[in-house]
């Protein structure tokens, strides 16, 4: 088959699908007759990425496969079209989201005991709705509380491809604005700092979603 027909399928079905998609997930688009093997689509994406240079989308490979995305320097224009509301993450969930992502696994206690506040059980409800925490396991303790973890949703929301791409401590402190972070104040080692006894919950206002990330070319058509 011929590169050019390889680089307009692959394409094609990046455009359409509705999560991202694994060179073997693409390879299964092919047929043995098609000889198209694993290099072939490797180097397929490789162009496609090339091609992408200097337009407003871009392809990116994050935890669960390649995706086209809209590129971050034109999202605040796109993300006109979308009028839905879209939640705003408050402090105290970006530093508990924070806390499990560097520290996983991690105990809601644990949890606790570094931010010296009760974590509100609707922000650990919102963390597992969005499909971004998840159980991995339980400590081996009285009472055998549950170990969070971070999950494959959790990077592609983030545009990580895995969790050694997490910022460093010292980035996430040059950060200005704290929605963009996932804690810029909390710090995994630091003793607990509070001056309220439990989380507030988590609240909701119109505008672009917070941490932001962005949206996928399928969503922007």
């Given at each position: 088959?011929?590169?050019?027909k390889?680089?307009?399928i ?68 796109v ?49 597992e709705?969005?499909?971004w ?12 509380p ?18 050694d791409?997490?910022?460093t401590?010292?980035?996430?402190r ?48």
């Open positions: 088959m011929e590169p050019q390889i680089d307009n692959v394409e094609a079905a990046l455009l359409a699908a509705q999560q991202p998609l694994t060179l073997p997930m693409l390879a299964a688009l092919f047929q043995d007759p098609d000889e198209v093997g694993h290099d072939a689509i490797a180097r397929a994406i490789e162009n496609l990425t090339t091609a992408c240079a200097g337009r407003g989308v871009e392809l990116v490979e994050v935890a669960s496969g390649f995706r086209y995305q809209v590129r971050e320097d034109v999202h605040p224009w993300a006109r079209l979308w009028a839905e509301r879209q939640t705003k993450y408050s402090r105290a969930l970006l530093e508990t989201l924070a806390l499990i992502a560097y520290r996983q696994p991690i105990t809601r206690g644990e949890i606790e005991q570094v931010r010296g506040v009760t974590v509100a059980t609707s922000i650990m409800h919102t963390l709705e969005r499909e925490i998840r159980i991995v396991g339980y400590r081996d303790v009285p009472g055998k549950a170990l969070f973890g971070t999950t494959r949703q959790f990077l592609d929301y983030f545009n990580l491809k895995s969790l791409q997490l910022p401590l010292a980035e996430i040059e950060i200005a604005d704290p929605q963009l972070a996932l804690a810029p104040a909390i710090v995994p080692d630091a003793p607990a700092a509070a001056d309220a006894p439990s989380d507030p919950e988590p609240s909701v206002a119109d505008g672009p979603a917070s941490p932001e990330t962005p949206r996928t070319a399928e969503d922007a058509v």
